[in-house]
């Protein structure tokens, strides 16, 4: 019997990672997942424990990734596809520490396409982001328009997407570079000050504690649905589509003021919202232009807000 593909996923460990290493499992492939643990948890990927489908290697990719996968290739044969989600995703941080976001993030994928063309694998699927664009004035926001990141993390991710083209024109590796807006959803770790703002207000609204608005709450994010994001991941993945830069969003956006009270609605605790300043080399507005999504992988963010913050909140 021919074997399943083997496909790489970078930051497996994490909250989107761990969601790809499910719905590639489900779709029969194994996989091998390359991760540090800074913010992702084996816990997460427990529903695979003792499954031969799943491999797991502590690695940094900010150091390379061809000794963290010698002796797992050696055993499973060679890597056919690999998803780059490994990352340090915060914006804030990004400001306070641009060195380290530039290891990480542009180095990192350095270090993934250096394998990917070293070993002729066939497809690399990138995890950029709406924090490329900078401050739009125009929404929605379409791939080709002027970009102008306003934070290191915005630059390292616009610097990956450079390199994963040169690789594909330069070096044949076939790529495909996806700009995720807000995404939220189950396994999101709001334990840090710099989670997502989604897994703040779900964790502060249900045990009734104040929620922090930064600024006056008027600036608005499309919230795309992990589940909707990891359906444009697979599809990305398959053949095809090289070069393609696509926007993963709903094309529908809020604020982060009706952000809040619609959780506590969903939530109907005790909690109080109060402002703080708001953050530096933040966006204002982000809502995704979301045509390449649906005409060239053929997929839709369906999930509506309400439905995705109950799966969430449960
Ligand atoms: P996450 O923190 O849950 O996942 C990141 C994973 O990468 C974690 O498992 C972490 O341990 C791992 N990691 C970090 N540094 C590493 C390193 N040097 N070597 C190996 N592994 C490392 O975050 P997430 O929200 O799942 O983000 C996944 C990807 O999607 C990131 O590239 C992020 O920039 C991108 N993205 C996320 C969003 C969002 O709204 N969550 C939006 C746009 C882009
Ligand atoms: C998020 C992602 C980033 C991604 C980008 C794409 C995280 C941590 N960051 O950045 O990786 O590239 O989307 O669009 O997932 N806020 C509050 N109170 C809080 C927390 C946040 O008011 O307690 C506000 C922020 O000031 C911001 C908005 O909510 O205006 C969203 O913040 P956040 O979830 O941190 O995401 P982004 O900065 O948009």
Known sequence: ????????????AGFIGSHTVDKLIATGHRVV???????????????????????IVECDVSHGIFAGLAAITAKLGPVERIVHLAAQVSVVSSMANPGCD?????????????????????????????????????????EDIPLQPMSPYGINKLASELALDCYASQYGVPTTALRFFNVY??????????????????????????????????????????????RAIAAALGDGNSRLIANVG????????ELASTILDLCGGSSTIEHAPARSGEILDSRARVDRLRDQLGVVAETKLVDGLRATLA
């Open 185 to 230: 959803g189950p396994r999101q770790d709001p334990t840090s000050p710099y989670s997502g703002v989604i897994s703040i207000f779900a964790d502060r609204a249900r045990s009734g504690r104040t929620l922090t608005i930064f600024g006056d709450g008027k600036q608005t994010r499309d919230f795309v649905y992990v589940g909707d994001v990891v």
């Open 1 to 12: 019997m021919a074997l399943l593909p083997l496909a790489v996923v970078t930051g497996g």
């Open 33 to 55: 997942v390359l991760d540090n643990f800074s913010t992702g948890k084996r816990a997460n990927l427990a529903q695979h424990a003792g499954s031969d489908r799943l491999s």
């Open 102 to 142: 530039m290891q990480i993030n542009y180095g990192g994928t350095l270090h993934v396409l250096e394998y990917a063309r070293a070993m002729g694998v066939k497809k690399v699927v990138f995890a950029s982001s709406a924090a490329v664009y900078g401050d739009v004035v125009k929404m929605p926001v379409a």
């Open 250 to 257: 709903t094309g529908q956006a809020i604020t982060v003021k």
